[in-house]
């Protein structure tokens, strides 16, 4: 082994990072749908949970890949 065996670079796939965000995204907006439907909340409140679930994981993802990616 060499030297430079233990550098190890970052993998550089931005489809598959943005992939991973939005399949996130969508779990955490199907788990407060189901969460709120549970409660019989209304058909609107529903909408609301979902998408705000939605936005502010795909929006923390984002951030965090923005992150990493100025980190390497």
Do not use: E, W
């Not at 939005?22 to 058909?43: D, E, K, W, Y």
């Amino acid at each position: 082994m060499s030297s430079n065996s233990a550098n190890q670079h970052a993998c550089n796939h931005p489809g598959r990072d943005l992939t991973i965000v939005a399949l996130s995204a969508t779990l955490a907006a199907l788990s407060a749908v189901i969460i709120v439907m549970s409660v019989h909340g209304a058909p609107l409140d529903v909408l609301k949970a979902g998408g705000g679930a939605f936005s502010a994981v795909a929006g923390v993802g984002m951030v965090v890949l923005q992150y990493l990616k100025r980190s390497n």
